[in-house]
């Protein structure tokens, strides 16, 4: 079992950057596939990017890629999301989540989200 808590969301000009953490509670961060999602209003959740459980993979959609760098501090529990060059259309709830299989499809463990909101 994995409880995981977002934050670093917030209000941020178009242009801008956020940094988004998630802490993870548990011995078995480690071992965990880690991922962010969004969910913006009146739309489906999606994938934003994913990180093997060493880190030495990361997995990005195309709407992000060159702009958001995922990374994890396997020691420190916490995933990272480093978000630049942010438009309004990344408005959303962020959440990131933990597949304990290597298949990056699993995503068992879901954290409670944290708002972004970028004006233009």
């Known amino acids: 079992q994995v409880q995981l808590v977002e934050s670093g969301g917030g209000l941020v000009q178009a242009g801008g950057s956020l940094r988004l953490s998630c802490a993870a509670s548990?011995?078995?961060?480690?071992?965990?596939?880690m991922g962010w999602f969004r969910q913006a209003p009146g739309k489906e959740r999606e994938f934003v990017a994913a990180?093997?459980?060493?880190?030495?993979?990361?997995y990005y959609a195309d709407s992000v890629k060159g702009r958001f760098a995922i990374s994890r501090d396997n020691a420190k529990n916490t995933l990272y999301l480093q978000m630049n060059s942010l438009k309004p259309e990344d408005t959303a709830v962020y959440y990131c989540?933990?597949?304990?299989?290597?298949?990056?499809?699993?995503?068992?463990?879901w954290g409670q989200g944290t708002q972004v909101t970028v004006s233009s």
């Open positions: 990180i093997s459980w060493s880190g030495g993979s990361t």
């Open positions: 548990g011995r078995t961060f480690s071992s965990y596939a």
């Open positions: 989540a933990a597949d304990p299989s290597p298949r990056l499809t699993d995503w068992v463990y």
